[in-house]
């Protein structure tokens, strides 16, 4: 076009302004983008040379090179109600999540200004609705649950979890990406694959193609580089909204590289490689994108915060924990209750039988309480569960009832993130044994979650299962574990009696008490009745401690006579000693004091010591191996409190050998009445 000609066309100054606008609007964002990856290096950097200096606790995991993740990912969520689940290297993510350096280095620096008061550290974080945790892929069925329970409310909420690369070793992974796919929840899993798992390249690691894996669930899927904050951004928002439409999860893989160390200098990569990545650093290309002067005043700026930061968190107080009142609070976060309430009582309309007097508490309890849900395997009607104990349930309850694939791991940790956003799920595992499928997720999350994060979170959980011998079904299938769970901070543990109101327990479990409980059931006296009338000469007594208790301890006495013993049992056990009290009386006219508690942990010895005080002696019965179990514990405990009146002490407990098949030699192993007796005899005797 001639010089004349353009100028006599007109100009079209809308379109001019408009481009203004749009290039305005871009240096905005990439100003925005470049302040809040500024402040991640700046924080990042920090924490390494105070961790050089000595002014941190334990490790840190930086993100240096990663920034793009943070920033385009958790830029894009609406912070009012989307939900970010984290990894051990979630620095990132909470600052972009929180824009607060102060919480961030006040909690590594392990100061009570932290984000949770210097309990939980760099690798374990909450604020509002942030969350991390250190334990690689745990948190994906967590975050899972978490979701499901947006979807139930129709909040409208987005869930994101990230991952590294490396934990797609991790079994858990593959649960919750399969039940994220069945329910279709909204949740989308960021994978940051920098190509190392520690110190490992992930290519020796992993094999086949990444994005397969969750394909191969039929979750959409897309992989990436995230070099360019602003474009990733875009595409973010994209997929999030896409996520809170269709309301199905989205698996996004996002290719980066960390500039630094795993945690402070283990680095031994090589130093060419590291080199080659660090020219192509992303957060060196858009400081170039913009003025010189521009970029070095956003890049002082985040200095100066995190020089802010710093200086706020050294004059605040280190954390302080005070053992003995923490202890107390976990146990006086259970409300006061009617204590005599919890156990067995004639009742014409009562269930008899302790399988249905729990399925009539569970249909009671999802009557009552709307945000009761029932988890786990081959619950559906009209088989009912395993032991028939959630029979009737999912045909009165649509969509109350989940039948679960078989991951324990995976549905223990979905009913934690259920928990977590104010639902009352009850977990049922198939069998006790298969408790150790699921052992990290009850220690390292649902357990930990309310004290780690300082009281920011409830998980109030109730995992049930059937446990012990006595009905030939073998060494994987007939065990008594719950000693692996007694001395786990932060859970209770109950086990129903013929003694107790198993159904009362069990709805003050789901819908009263705020702590995780693991709820006990020996199958073996799912066919029984409950017994509401003492033994023949004896009397009830339920002591002044537990008169208010949730799950209270029982105490039958000789009727008019001191005893010469006080034997403790739990469970089935609880019955095979009245059988055995009966014979000694008989034999030998030992007259005992029987002790049945209902909360095994923590540890109600009021009750057990009053009575091994009176009595002098002290058996305790258990179905489970002796060593360093249930029994062992008592013992110590009442040795500990007896001072210069010593008790004398024993155990009668299974031999320590798997649980056979065979019926005679089950009953070699378990505990019998004749060894209870004998034992009685020993202890009177001596």
Sequence with gaps: MRSADRATRPVDGGAAVERSRSTAARVTAMEEALAQMELIRAVEERLLALFSEGKLFGTTHTCIGQETCAVGVVSALDRTRDIVFSTHRCHGHFLVYSDDPDQLIGEIMGRQTGACGGRGGSQHLCVENFYSNGVQGGILPVATGVALAEKIKTSGAVTVCFLGDGTLGEGVVYEALNMAALWQVPILFVLEHNSYAQSTPTALTTAGDVAARAEAFGIPTDRRAADDPLALSMHMHEVIERVRRDGGPFFQILDTYRLAAHSKGDDDRDAQEIER?????????????????????????????????????????????NPEADERHFEDRAPAVDGQAAFARPAADAPALVVQNLNAA??????????????GEDLLDPYGGAFKVSRGLSKRFAGRVLATPISEAGFIGLGTGLAMRGLRPIVEIMFGDFLSLGVDQILNHLTKFQWMYNGQVEAPVVIRTPVGGGRGYGPTHSQSLEKMFLGMPGLVVVALSLRHDPGELLRR????????????????????????EPPVGMVFELPESERQALYPTGIWRPDGAPGDLTIVAYGAMAELVEQAIGVSF?????????????????LRIEPILASARRTGRLLVVEEGTAPWGFGAEVVARVAEASGDRPVRSARVAAHHLPIPNARPAEECVLPSVERVVRMIRELVRS
């Design 509 to 532: 479990a789901i819908i009263s008490d705020p702590r995780p409980v693991l709820f006990i059931e020996q199958k073996v006296l799912y066919s029984k009745r409950l017994r509401p």
């Design 362 to 375: 569970l249909h009671g309890v999802m009557t009552d309480c709307e945000e009761a849900l029932l988890i």
């Design 586 to 602: 008989e034999a030998d006219e030992v007259l005992a004091e029987l002790v049945v508690p209902a909360q095994l942990a923590p």
């Design 277 to 321: 990545y660090r020219q192509r650093d992303p957060l060196l290309r858009l400081r170039a994108q913009l003025r010189d002067h521009e970029a070095a005043a956003i890049t002082e700026r985040a200095h100066r915060r995190v020089d802010a930061a710093v200086a706020n968190a050294e004059r605040a107080p280190h954390a302080v924990v």
